[in-house]
């Protein structure tokens, strides 16, 4: 099983960017599909974005679509997720999470399809 670990949160202005990052070790990235949830206090935890292994299939959220972009570089075993405009709504633990099974959308989406997970790193975005 990879072991992920993401980086790159902190705090940010309303309309500024953010790059996170989902370094894998443990196995080769480029077997796994990867996903990026995010959980804001209190409330449950949310897709945000996915990326196939060979990139093919790409799905965001209707909430990030257009300002959020996810990329992956198998050849650094890392998985990007660069958030541009955000809003105080996006501030929330990000965690990318793996998988290895093609899904149907509306299954790709669901935190329960995904059984191995990172850390999660801390976005803040002040108004």
């Known amino acids: 099983q990879v072991q992920l670990v993401e980086s790159g949160g902190g705090l940010v202005q309303a309309g500024g960017s953010l790059r996170l990052s989902c370094a894998a070790s443990?196995?080769?990235?480029?077997?796994?599909?990867i996903a990026w949830f995010r959980q804001a206090q209190g409330k449950e935890r949310e897709f945000v974005a996915r990326?196939?292994?060979?990139?093919?299939?790409?799905l965001y959220a209707d909430s990030v679509k257009g300002r959020f972009t996810v990329s992956r570089d198998n050849a650094e075993n890392t998985v990007y997720l660069q958030m541009n405009s955000l809003k105080p709504e996006d501030a929330a633990d990000y965690y990318c999470?793996?998988?290895?099974?093609?899904?149907?959308?509306?299954?790709?989406?669901?935190?329960?399809?995904?059984?191995?997970w990172g850390q999660g790193t801390q976005v803040t975005v002040s108004s």
């Open positions: 999470a793996s998988d290895r099974f093609g899904r149907a959308a509306a299954q790709a989406m669901v935190a329960t399809s995904y059984d191995n």
């Open positions: 990326i196939s292994s060979a990139s093919r299939v790409i």
């Open positions: 443990g196995d080769v990235l480029s077997s796994y599909n």
